[in-house]
């Protein structure tokens, strides 16, 4: 049995449209940041507003998933892990990020019907419920 646990859920919405690129090897990746909003009142009642950032990174067959159905307004479940890393910038200083490694994406937006006007065909998809999510 494992000692420790890396595991990350969020449900946010993407902030730009994300960018897909290829490790020299070819293996393909996609990245993009992605608000979590919490919300609460303050001892006065006044309603308060926090929202955080995240960077997600998704490989392979999951990168085709987002470069397919991710857009920026997207409202998404990250499942996932925490990974951090260091790299040297341009001025030689050294930089750290940390991101979610992302294992499972679930797309939460009610789909809209698209048409394809080239070939007339056209698409419908029903509404997504997060009431479905496991947790």
Known sequence: MSR???K???IGNVGKEPEVNFTPSGVKVAQFRM???ETWKDRDGALQEH???????AWRGLADVVE??????SRVYIEGK???RSFDDKEGHKRYVTEVVADNILM?????????????EHETHQESQTDDIPF
């Open 108 to 120: 939460l937006d009610a789909k809209k019907v698209e048409q394809g006007a080239a070939n007339g």
């Open 82 to 84: 925490i990974q951090s």
């Open 8 to 10: 990350v859920m969020l």
């Open 35 to 37: 608000a979590t909003t």
């Open 51 to 57: 929202t955080d950032w995240h960077t997600i990174i």
């Open 68 to 73: 397919k159905l991710v857009r920026r307004g």
């Open 4 to 6: 420790s646990l890396n």
